[in-house]
């Protein structure tokens, strides 16, 4: 009785937050999403489109200064406002849980669902290449793949061969068992649909009128709560404004004095030698489908996501970002037959569906890249990169959307020149790319137990 207490109240917060969206969603979309200019989402899959990460600090934790200006959305804004011709507003926003396969179909989805997005920028890259291996993400993917279902009928065959595989996955079943038990953990998976789902979507799309909101509501905390007043001064966008003005940025986006300043603290750390780590090698080519649930379960997916984006008028650009770890050799043989190529073959019969492959791209270089801990190693992943390495990332992605008509502009869209001032002082540096022994560190999802999960259960 208590059980379904505690799920029914969850499910009439999630009505209520369901309304809550419609209304903020209908009053706000005319100012979020002008006429005149494109939505263009980036997918939050893992650490290439949605780290962090700024710089290189050993004084922090793990070694990282992080913060949130340095999402690529944010860089991607701060390029297209500042360094291109013409009076711009910020068109490129972020949505979802990093995850793997079947949490990035969760997120295509809630982005497809949204009026206003005409591109869905998605990177991937081997490493990220799993289905049903995390339990939390393969429950969600079990009730999203309904909604799927339910609004484009076109995808059943593959609504049903996806849902097979899930339920067959030794995933599945653990995931079932881990919450059936616990009913905290059952509480969460249920709220997603409903009420959390709704203001986890208000805060992506709608996160200005959010800090609005916010900031009305803490002005009568001000006189008691210190605290309060700390948080109302972090969400005030004047100053910031102000800032872009006088350093003759662009005041439609209000972090980019933010970036220039997180730009200058990264600068010194560009020609540092304590910055020079070695790089973990590719990843074997055996492994980099090995957890995605096999080809059938592969090809439906890929199905389902073009699908949705083509009902919805949506350009869907798969992005393969650069990859400093992968040499010539390594692409010849291994990484563009058993990755790029593959990936062109499954989207080729979707006309909305443009496939980017900058993998060997080498604008970036080693002193780009941003290095990490793992299992107690220092060492660089060859695809993360610090924020200057990310402004260039950010500037050659915009570049290639022009070049595909994925960006629609009718006006000037001549590129102006950088918008860092700092930036004419860097150093020109060789990209020199050392390797760690291979095989001292091992990705989730090349380990046996986690692979196991993306596989069927045994029939007795």
């Not at 979802?96 to 949204?114: F, P, T």
């Not at 492959?357 to 993360?384: F, I, N, P, T």
């Amino acid at each position: 009785m208590f059980n379904r207490l505690i799920l029914t109240l969850g499910h009439t917060l999630a009505l209520c937050g369901g309304f809550l969206a419609a209304g903020i969603g209908s009053a706000s979309l005319a100012r979020l999403n002008p006429a005149v200019e494109p939505r263009c989402a980036i997918v939050n899959t893992t650490c290439w489109s949605s780290s962090l990460n700024a710089y290189n600090n050993p004084a922090e934790r793990m070694g990282v200064h992080s913060d949130e200006a340095c999402h690529l959305s944010e860089l991607m804004n701060f390029v297209w406002c500042n360094e291109y011709a013409g009076d711009r507003q910020p068109i490129f926003t972020n949505h979802g849980q990093m995850g793997y396969l079947d949490a990035h179909l969760k997120s295509i989805y809630e982005i497809a669902s949204r009026p206003g997005i005409n591109t869905v920028i998605y990177m991937n890259a081997p490493g990220c290449l799993g289905s049903f291996v995390r339990e939390k993400e393969i429950l969600e993917a079990d009730k999203v793949l309904e909604r799927i279902g339910s609004d484009y009928p076109e995808t059943a065959l593959d609504v049903e061969a996806y849902s097979a595989a899930l339920h067959r996955s030794a995933g599945y079943r653990q995931a079932q068992a881990t919450y059936t038990l616990n009913l905290k953990k059952r509480f969460q998976l249920d709220c997603p649909s409903g009420f959390v789902w709704d203001i986890t979507r208000i805060a992506g799309y709608y996160r200005h009128e959010v800090k609005q909101v916010i900031r009305r509501l803490l002005i009568p905390l001000q006189r008691f709560s210190i605290p309060a007043a700390r948080i109302r001064n972090v969400l005030e966008q004047q100053p910031a404004q102000r800032e872009c003005r006088r350093d003759g940025l662009s005041p439609a986006f209000g972090n980019g004095a933010r970036i220039v300043s997180l730009l200058d603290a990264c600068a010194p750390t560009y020609a540092d030698p304590s910055n020079d780590k070695p790089f973990r090698p590719m990843m074997r080519s055996d492994d980099f489908w090995k957890a995605c649930g096999g080809e059938e379960v592969w090809m439906a997916w890929v199905r389902l996501i073009a699908t949705m984006c083509k009902s919805r008028g949506i350009t869907l650009i798969y992005y393969i970002p650069p990859h400093l770890n992968v040499t010539e050799e390594n692409y010849r043989e291994t990484f563009g037959p058993a990755y790029v190529e593959r990936v062109r073959r499954a989207f080729a019969p979707y006309s909305n569906v443009i496939v980017i492959d900058h993998s060997m791209r080498r604008e970036l270089g080693s002193h780009d890249a941003l290095w990490v801990v793992l299992e107690h190693r220092a060492c660089k992943q060859g695809y993360l990169f610090h924020i200057i390495g990310r402004l260039r990332l950010a500037r050659a992605l915009i570049q290639v959307l022009r070049e595909q008509n994925a960006l629609s502009s009718n006006d000037d869209c001549r590129y102006a020149g950088s918008a860092w001032p700092g930036e004419r002082l860097l150093p020109s540096l060789p990209s020199v790319v050392e390797f760690l022994p291979s095989e001292l560190i091992l990705d989730e999802i090349q380990r046996e137990e986690v692979v196991a999960r993306s596989r069927p259960v045994p029939v007795p």
